[in-house]
Nanobody, 125 residues
Framework: AQLVESGGGLVQAGGSLRLSCAAS????????MAWFRQAPGKEREFVAA????????YSADSVKGRFTMSRDNANNTVYLQMNNLKPEDTAVYYC???????????????????WGQGTQVTVSS
């Protein structure tokens, strides 16, 4: 699958952004779509994931209540609505996918085999 992210930018703390990830190719059945982020000098970390066939989402504790992941079947697109952004949310955000779903490996970077190019999100204080 090919993934293309968009929607990043600069926003003040407390503001909102919506990221999009358009997927070409496989996006059906038990596939997992996920968002990760990587801040300078830090490892890539899990943000949220969705099991495509069930439209059930999972989120990291650090973003629960602020970020919401959703999908649009017709357009093979997933979204990450980010509200009440904080400076510590500043990172490059990546979309990723893999042809399976296992709760145990949902946040495992190495388990994903397709990645987008990333989109920068910067939150100023």
């Amino acid at each position: 699958a090919q993934l293309v992210e968009s929607g990043g930018g600069l926003v003040q703390a407390g503001g909102s952004l919506r990221l999009s990830c358009a997927a070409s190719g496989r996006t059906s059945g038990s596939y997992t779509m996920a968002w990760f982020r990587q801040a300078p000098g830090k490892e890539r970390e899990f943000v949220a994931a969705i099991r495509w066939s069930l439209d059930y989402t999972y989120s990291a504790d650090s973003v629960k209540g602020r970020f919401t992941m959703s999908r649009d079947n017709a357009n093979n697109t997933v979204y990450l609505q980010m509200n009440n952004l904080k400076p510590e949310d500043t990172a490059v955000y990546y979309c990723a996918t893999k042809p399976a779903f296992h709760i145990a490996t949902m946040g495992a970077v190495k388990s994903y085999d397709s990645w987008g190019q990333g989109t920068q999100v910067t939150v100023s204080s």
